[in-house]
């Protein structure tokens, strides 16, 4: 059956059937680690026909179109959420949206001493060391994001858990639209820092890894291109290991990165870093 989906920055998340609980605590379908959102602060209701909204007591509200909403809310489909800093919109029932990726759930333990939550297949608890003996099933989509790292950090969890457990499509479409809204935020004029960029060039590294796509390898220059920025050494390093391999068609994206940031002054480790960059070019494929 064709499920409601909540659309958030780029990606768009399958509501699955009951109670969806959104707030900051482990246990929430939809988790949000934002300092304005309470532990459980918003309940949708998702029925076949419709889905309604309820704020659960939370500090700071819940607004529908931008207008603060007491008791129940029915939803419409184009309506949109505020929770903390983030907005979801409501979405049909059906495929998606072009230029989204989607996830649904993966499936999940929580540890009965610590109550992380872990892939299914890993044994003990990575966090507390205690055998998964009565582990309870549960699904938990890990939606991350904070008023400072923005779009960086959505969904990045899911994804991770994804990759580690060897779902590289599934990954692919819960990482790769993570790493598109950051591309077109950067278009747009917005400017992370290095703290935030590093885990993003790192990750589409690995996808480029697992799945020998050029434009992941193209991500990384043109994202490096935009900002101007001299990429991380690690990156350089991933680069020319993954390159050699993958012989990727990435040519005219490697020239004009050295183009653009060649071109301003910088500190004698960054141009040799960008030596190293250039002498990437001889792993495209010509």
């Known amino acids: 059956m064709p499920r409601f989906r ?73 309506d949109k959420i505020g929770i903390g800093h983030e907005e979801f919109t409501v979405l049909a029932p059906g495929a998606a949206a072009a230029g989204s990726s989607s996830t649904g759930n993966l499936e999940l333990n929580l540890c009965p001493q610590c109550g992380h939550a872990i892939p299914t297949g890993i044994n003990p608890c990575p966090k507390c060391g205690r055998p998964l003996t009565g582990a309870r ?22 994804g ?29 004029g917005h400017r992370p820092d290095a703290s935030q960029m590093e885990p993003a060039m790192q990750r589409a590294l690995r996808l480029a890894r697992e799945t020998g796509k050029d434009h992941w ?22 680069l020319h290991m993954l390159m050699f391999q993958h012989r990727p068609d990435v040519g005219p994206a490697v020239d004009a990165y050295c183009a653009k940031v060649t071109a301003a002054p910088h500190d004698e480790d960054g141009q040799f870093q960008l030596k190293r960059v250039a002498a990437l070019r001889r792993f495209c494929k010509e």
Do not use: Y
């Open 6 to 78: 909540l659309k958030f920055h780029s990606t768009e998340i399958d509501l699955p059937p009951g109670e969806v609980i959104i707030g900051r605590a482990l246990e929430c379908f939809i988790r949000l680690d934002d300092a304005m959102v309470s532990r459980r602060h918003a309940k949708l209701e998702v029925g076949r026909n419709e889905v309604v909204l309820a704020d659960l007591g939370s500090r700071n509200g819940v607004t529908v179109n931008g207008q603060k909403v007491k008791g129940s809310f029915a939803l419409k489909v184009g």
């Open 137 to 158: 099933p549960t699904t938990i989509t890990d939606v991350k994001a904070t008023a400072s790292q923005g779009a960086i950090a959505v969904l990045t969890a899911v």
């Open 160 to 188: 991770d858990k994804a990759l580690a457990m060897g779902r590289v499509d599934e990954a692919e479409r819960i990482l790769g639209g993570s790493l598109r809204d950051i591309q077109a935020r950067i278009a747009r």
């Open 217 to 238: 390898f193209r991500w990384v220059f043109e994202v490096g291109t935009a900002l101007g920025m001299v990429l991380p050494g690690q990156a350089i390093d991933e």
